[in-house]
């Protein structure tokens, strides 16, 4: 059985492409649209990884990752946060950040080798 990854991302093409390339990597995968929830499905699924996108409908991918980071049942998960916003690396230095940043577009292996580092970190 495999770590399990919450995808959270309202591209539709962006979450198939992402669960084809996770299920193929021999992750298992779960996807939501929009973060309203995210919090719930943790609770519920138990994912070793979140991987979110910063930009979302409703509340922003910044917003969803403070609240994962500063409460204290969910804090230790990792978040791999994904945009193609080149400034979102500031958001790293921040409180509530997320453990690394995928910047779009992204190759495979860049995709692969974060997710496998916060699993191992």
Do not use: W
Request: proline share 4%; net charge negative.
């Amino acid at each position: 059985m495999g770590k399990r990854i919450l995808i959270v991302d309202d591209n539709a093409l962006m979450v198939d492409v992402l669960t084809y390339i996770l299920i193929n990597n021999g992750y298992e995968v779960t996807a939501l649209s929009n973060g309203s929830e995210v919090l719930t499905q943790i609770k519920t699924i138990h994912p070793d990884l979140v991987l979110l996108d910063a930009v979302l409908p409703g509340i922003t991918g910044k917003e969803i990752c403070q609240l994962i980071k500063l409460n204290k049942t969910t804090s230790m998960l990792p978040v791999i946060m994904c945009s193609g916003d080149e400034t979102l690396a500031d958001f790293l230095k921040q409180r509530g950040a997320p453990d690394d940043i995928l910047q779009k577009p992204f190759d495979i292996d860049s995709l692969i080798h974060k997710i496998e580092h916060q699993l191992v970190a």
